[in-house]
């Protein structure tokens, strides 16, 4: 069973930093892009930023400067490193990859969140 498996979320003051992973497990040939989304209270999921698999990176204009996606092809891990928080990047955030199995078939795959809290 092909699945993402987040880790890092938490709670930290304004202005500090977090860095979130997600993994992807099972019998994957290859995965082509990879992001993390978000979901905050009373509100829809929004993108927070997104990698193909050469690299190339698109942001949300309210991450820009702050947070940064990278990945790690080898091992089919995605990070997000998160500075300079505001209390308004309060949400649960979601980890979405598009996997292509052993079986060559495409999956679209959701991670199970991570609470992201800014508070002080």
């Known amino acids: 069973q092909v699945q993402l498996v987040e880790s890092g979320g938490g709670l930290v003051q304004p202005g500090g930093s977090l860095r979130l992973s997600c993994a992807a497990s099972?019998?994957?040939?290859?995965?082509?892009?990879m992001g993390w989304y978000r979901q905050a209270p009373g509100k829809e999921r929004e993108l927070v930023a997104t990698?193909?698999?050469?690299?190339?990176?698109n942001y949300a204009d309210s991450v820009k400067g702050r947070f940064t996606i990278s990945r790690d092809n080898a091992n089919n891990i995605v990070y997000l490193q998160m500075d300079s928080l505001k209390p308004e990047d309060t949400a649960v955030y979601y980890c979405?990859?598009?996997?292509?199995?052993?079986?060559?078939?495409?999956?679209?795959?959701w991670g199970q969140g991570a609470l992201v809290t800014v508070s002080s």
């Open positions: 099972g019998r994957i040939f290859r995965i082509n892009h």
């Open positions: 979405n990859a598009l996997v292509t199995k052993m079986t060559l078939t495409q999956l679209e795959l």
């Open positions: 990698i193909i698999r050469g690299g190339n990176t």
